[in-house]
């Protein structure tokens, strides 16, 4: 069984990743300690993951990787996160009534944090039924899996770098790779110091509004909690209510964050380096900026007109200036780039809010971000490529390249894009599909809005969706079935799909 | 002068033939037949030989020249000629060059390949078009400091909407500046408040973008616009060149080019270009794109035959302007009599061009305006001159001479002169003086 495929080498690298993720769960551990909680979970997950990790690791001791190995490598490092994330769930859950204590519901949750999705089986939201160190380690694989697990290896393992262009252009979101530095581990190591440095700079500020009273529920935990879920475009917070906890002031500071984590991080690089104008000149960033403004904009008239029901979180909107703006931003702000926090139960506004909501999801974040969807790059893309399709039917003669910032789209990257907006839209399509039919043979009845968003939320790695799987609503009544097809969604959708779907067309067509 | 032309070739033929008169000219090929034959032509010291290399060279005498001309239709032998001859002694040098990219090197860095002046001939041909093209009411129109800034003449009609305007009314233009106006035979030194009057002649001196947007204004009836259609066919350099131009003055053209992969490259080059790939010379699809109705065709094609035919046909579907590019210099007397509006040689631009410099002294260009009353110079600024250091408004105080400072340009960029533009050595400056002063102002850079 080869299949034109040395896998020894993606398991061996493999290893070592996983070694590392050992490393990781110091921080749970320390929360454990400070809480007085039991360390005993976490001292065996990591001594298990670190067994795990030296065992695999050799299998091969000195990994070469060609392409087909660094494609095989990066889709199996995401569903070993996943799989390594389920240790502590399952040790903290064994005997007791958890919901996580499920291996198929752990596997979700864990996927769901690593790929930064945001939804959640976890039956009751809060540290009386959880520890505080188990729900950190939910908030901590969010914050992991943002910039992206491959490249914070590239940025830290040598081993890993040599082979660094090759695997980040795999994971990286957006059509290609951008290289800000000869050197893809010093590229590697900016964005994760950019990522790190956001993180920072916004626990220290959700603290600061604690510190002056603004924020009472915003303590230090919380605050380090949300600081790990913002920046990844994550969207799990230990609070049942989301951001919907805690106060205005909060809820502003949040929707800028959650913006810039929707941006191409490549971009601040520049900034950083004196040439802001790169950034403002960037179409894709105007795009995005400029779909944020529009939708919030529309999504604000429409609540102060009244499409929100007066409900108990998120308040009165309606003839409401400031709470109707602030409710459209915010949530826009959270679902147009994938995060996924709500300050409202968005579930039970009109259809006509949902919609735009739902259109909002189809967006995406920017290529670079730590954003999943389709990519507002690639939509401008397709945008101009229909355009200059129907141009040239009127004028069959015509040359006409694609222009993407002044610099021409080559053809054969136009064609990977038009593939991969189809495939994702009709991987969404048929999981909706499968999701509903899956559900009603267990006997519950998916609205259209239900279905679809469900397939929706997981593959573009948003979170919540209407109805049952709103924002404070939860994935577990989900069969088996339909949780494991959503694992795979949120693993191909965190990875663009193409990587894991040639590692299997390579498998099934490659001798 | 002792001048030595390296390449008898149409280009080095012409040149000598208008050198030898006034000075001594060497003329230097390879084939031993050709230089043979032209020892008989013109009154010239003929020496057959690679150019390129210090033997011949010093044959020429070339360590006494006060100029080398590198003409042939290479490339690189006339960069290593202007190269070599400048290990041998301190000639002004001159190279002809089709490839831009050599032309922007040298830009870059003058000195570079011991080149003092290239020109570059495709550039200069696709120049010529788009004056052409783009100046039809222009009276007079040179080109200064590189093609960086223009100097046009116009006659102010009576109809013409600048007509009865103040120069300031009518100077809406960031980077242009009106130097000079004529009124019955006189020159006036405009100011802001001068009134332009039907029958004016106005020169003014800018970009060449702003000297299109002033001429739209004084002729809008025969100036072309941004709507007119402007179609270039063939994507040789010269037809890319001219297209790249007429992009610069915010014109769309369209541009028809038969290779695949040329067009692809061309449409990846002109971002507000319509680049076809077709053939231009089927007559089906020039009328489905509605060639005829085009207000300007260029033909640009490699082939001077296929060029004719174009022209014709275009000619023939009621095209009302065409211009063609003509190879071959024999043709172009054929060309216009067939009906073709303007024929354009590449080599008799070139040797025009090169000949214009070597009759002015050197650091100067110089246009001769209305009957020598006044003229137009480019002056580079030495170092420690009167001008260097001074602001513009100082030395019209200071200079009791009448001139205008029209245009200077810093490090190849346009700086747009201000009272307070205060100059630098080094800077080009592009001013108009009264022919009486000419030298006197000369004297002072």
């Not at chain 1, 924002?471 to 989900?478: A, K, L, M, R, T």
Request: charged share 20%; hydrophobic share 50%; aromatic share 8%.
């Amino acid at each position: 069984m080869s299949w034109g495929v040395n896998w020894k080498a993606s398991v061996g690298l493999l290893g070592v990743g996983i070694k590392y993720l050992a490393v990781t769960m110091l921080v749970p551990l320390a929360v454990a300690v400070a809480y007085g909680e039991d360390v005993w979970v976490f001292l065996v997950s990591m001594a298990l993951v670190a067994a795990i990790g030296l065992t695999v690791e050799r299998v091969d001791r000195d990994p070469d990787l060609g392409p087909r190995e660094a494609l095989l490598f990066v889709s199996l490092a995401w569903l070993a996160a996943a799989l390594i994330g389920t240790i502590p769930y399952l040790l903290a859950g064994y005997g007791t009534a958890s919901t996580v204590a499920e291996p198929v519901n752990a596997l979700f949750e864990s996927m769901s944090g690593f790929t930064t999705t945001g939804a959640t089986v976890l039956g009751e939201i809060s540290t009386d039924r959880h520890s505080h160190a188990l729900l950190m380690w939910r908030q901590l694989t969010q914050w992991l899996g943002g910039m992206g697990i491959i490249v914070l290896m590239i940025a830290i393992l040598p081993e890993v770098a040599v082979n660094g262009a090759q695997l980040m252009e795999s994971e990286a979101p957006g059509p290609e790779l951008q290289k800000l530095t000869p050197r893809i581990a010093e590229t590697a190591r900016a964005l994760w110091l950019i990522y790190f440095g956001f993180t920072v700079v916004y626990i220290a500020i959700l603290y600061g509004l604690h510190l002056l009273g603004m924020a009472p529920n915003m303590g230090l935990y919380n605050a380090v909690a949300h600081g790990f879920t913002t920046l990844p475009t994550g969207g799990f917070s230990p609070e049942a209510d989301s951001i919907a906890a805690f106060s205005a002031a909060v809820q502003w500071v949040v929707i800028p964050f959650m913006v810039v984590a929707g941006v191409n991080f490549a971009l601040f690089w520049h900034v950083l380096r004196g040439e802001a104008e790169l950034m403002l000149e960037n179409a894709e960033f105007r795009v995005y900026a400029g779909a944020l403004a529009v939708v919030t904009a529309v999504l604000a008239v429409l609540l102060f007109r009244g499409a929100a029901p007066p409900i108990e979180l998120g308040g009165a909107t309606e003839g409401v200036t400031e709470n109707s703006l602030r409710q459209a931003a915010f949530q826009i702000g959270s679902l147009l780039n994938s995060t996924g926090y709500a300050t409202a139960d968005f579930a039970q506004w009109n259809t006509d809010a949902q919609i735009l909501l739902m259109f909002a999801m189809f967006i995406g974040g920017s290529a670079g971000s730590t954003g999943g969807g389709v990519k507002i790059v690639r939509w401008i893309i397709v945008a101009k490529t229909i355009r200059r399709e129907l141009f040239t039917t009127a004028h069959p003669d015509v040359v006409q390249p694609v222009r993407l910032n002044g610099s021409v789209v080559d053809e054969d990257a136009i064609r990977g894009i038009m593939v991969f907006t189809l495939l994702y839209l009709l991987l969404f399509a048929l999981s909706a599909v499968f999701i509903a039919l899956d559900t009603a043979r267990i006997g519950i009845q998916l609205s259209v809005l239900e279905s679809t968003s469900a397939s929706l939320a997981t593959i573009g790695n948003i979170g919540p969706g209407f109805g049952r799987l709103g924002p404070f609503g939860n994935y577990e009544f989900f069969s088996n079935a339909s949780k494991l097809l959503m694992v795979f969604l949120m693993w191909v959708g965190r990875l663009e799909i193409v990587p894991v779907l040639a590692v299997f067309i390579s498998a099934i067509d490659g001798r | 002068m002792h001048v030595v032309i390296v390449g008898a070739g149409e280009v080095g033929t012409s040149i000598a033939a208008s050198l030898a008169s006034d000075h001594e000219v060497v003329v230097v090929d390879v084939d031993p037949d050709r230089a043979e034959q032209l020892k008989y032509e013109l009154d010239v010291l003929t020496i057959a030989g690679d150019g390129t290399t210090t033997g011949i060279q010093t044959a020429a005498n070339v360590d006494e020249a006060d100029m080398i001309i590198a003409c042939t239709d290479d490339d690189r032998t006339n960069l290593v000629t202007c190269g070599t001859a400048k290990t041998l002694g301190d000639g002004f040098t001159i190279a002809r060059v089709k490839s831009t990219e050599y032309l922007r090197t040298w830009e870059g860095n003058e000195g570079a390949f011991g080149v003092d002046f290239m020109v570059c001939t495709d550039l200069l041909t696709a120049q010529n078009i788009v004056r052409v093209i783009g100046l039809p009411a222009a009276i007079d129109v040179d080109p200064f400091a590189s093609g960086l800034v223009q100097m046009a003449e116009f006659e102010i009609a009576a109809e013409s909407p600048v007509a009865g305007q103040t120069v300031s009314e009518a100077d809406r233009f960031e980077s242009l500046t009106f130097v000079g106006l004529f009124r019955d035979g006189e020159m006036i030194i405009p100011r802001g408040d001068t009134d332009i009057g039907a029958g004016d002649r106005a020169v003014v001196i800018g970009s060449p973008e702003s000297v299109q947007s002033f001429a739209n204004d004084v002729a809008p009836e025969t100036t072309p616009d941004r709507a007119d259609e402007i179609v270039i066919v063939g994507g040789s350099e010269i037809g890319y060149q001219t297209a790249r131009l007429l992009e610069e003055r915010e014109f769309t053209p369209r541009l028809i080019e038969r290779d695949a992969d040329r067009a692809r490259t061309l449409a990846e080059d002109l971002p507000n270009t319509i680049v076809m790939e077709h053939d231009a010379t089927d007559t089906e699809f020039l009328s489905r794109e509605h060639v005829d109705e085009a207000d300007i065709v260029v033909t640009a094609l490699r082939s001077d035959e296929k060029n004719l035919l174009v022209s014709v046909l275009a000619k023939r579907m009621g095209v009302d302007r065409v211009i063609a590019v003509v190879d071959s210099p024999d043709y172009v007397t054929v060309f216009e009599e067939i009906g073709i509006d303007i024929a354009i040689n590449p080599r008799t631009v070139t040797a025009e061009e090169i000949t214009r410099f070597t009759y002015e002294s050197i650091a100067e260009n110089i246009a001769v305006l209305e009957n020598d009353q006044a003229e137009v110079l480019e002056l580079e600024l030495t170092e420690g001159c009167r001008f260097a250091g001074r602001s513009i408004a100082e030395l019209v105080e200071e200079i009791d001479v009448r001139f205008v400072i029209g245009a200077i340009t810093r490090n190849h960029a346009l700086v747009t002169p201000r009272g307070d533009t205060v100059l630098e050595p080094g800077d080009h400056v592009i001013l108009l003086v009264d022919s009486d002063s000419v030298s006197e102002i000369a004297s002072m850079a």
